[in-house]
């Protein structure tokens, strides 16, 4: 039982280029989340699902895009990175009315 | 909108001493509250939760905290801090439907020896 994992752990990326970061989980939980960490700022999340096949927008959105094709995985992209997106990205899931579970993260720095 | 505020991004204190870390939150519903914490260069760790049972309720590695309705505080305690106990603390909440998490911006706990 792995728990929530994240790829890769760290990552430069120049500014324009896009990625993706990849979270699964193998809890068979409902939720999922992405959020973004940085200093003095707390977490703040990107977007969520609720399910497989739905996602929603959730506190700072712009320049991400999300998809949840299957109910473990959890994917995060950007399509044209940007240096404000230098971060360090958490990944969570749940179940409702309970407690998320968060993977180590991304360090993404974008120059 | 919901919010939750950690009062000092910075406590310190001695090895032994009493550790108090202040969360308060806003919330329109009854919410769901927690407590995370952060080791360097690692994801979060559940340390204790809310779910509107016990007001006084305990976690791991000796911390507890008390639900407060009247002052809308979470304040988390442990009577005795350990140099292991220093990390970055989260208090979150969530309420309504969705159970989204609503974070503190958090607090850097340092443990002098």
């Known amino acids: 039982n792995a728990g929530v994992t994240q790829t890769p752990k760290f990552r430069v990326l120049k500014t324009g280029q896009s990625m993706t970061l990849l979270c699964a989980q193998d809890?068979?939980?409902?939720?999922m989340y992405w959020y973004r960490q940085d200093p003095g700022m707390g977490l703040r999340l990107i977007h969520y699902?609720?399910?497989?096949?739905?996602?929603a927008k959730g506190e700072v959105p712009d320049g991400y895009n999300v998809s949840r094709l299957k109910k473990q995985n959890f994917l995060l992209g950007l399509e044209s990175a940007a240096p404000s997106q230098t971060s360090v990205y958490f990944c969570?899931?749940?179940?409702?009315?309970?407690?998320?579970?968060f993977g180590p993260g991304t360090r993404l720095t974008v120059t | 909108a919901q919010s939750v505020t950690q009062l000092g991004s910075h406590v310190s204190v001695s090895e032994g001493a009493l550790v108090l870390l202040r969360c308060n939150y806003s919330?329109?519903?009854?919410?769901?509250l927690f407590w995370y914490v952060q080791y360097p260069n690692q994801g979060l760790q559940l340390l204790l939760k809310?779910?509107?049972?016990?007001?006084l309720v305990k976690g791991i590695n000796g911390f507890e905290a008390e639900f407060k309705k009247s002052e809308t505080s979470f304040h988390l305690t442990k009577p005795s801090a350990h140099m292991s106990d220093a990390a970055e603390y989260f208090c979150?909440?969530?309420?309504?439907?969705?159970?989204?998490?609503?974070f503190g911006k958090g607090t850097l706990l340092t443990v002098n020896p």
């Open positions: 969570a899931s749940s179940n409702p009315r309970y407690e998320q579970y």
């Open positions: 809890m068979n939980h409902e939720y």
């Open positions: 699902s609720v399910g497989e096949g739905t996602t």
């Open positions: 919330s329109s519903v009854p919410p769901y």
């Open positions: 809310y779910t509107s049972a016990a007001t």
């Open positions: 979150a909440a969530s309420g309504g439907s969705n159970y989204k998490l609503t």
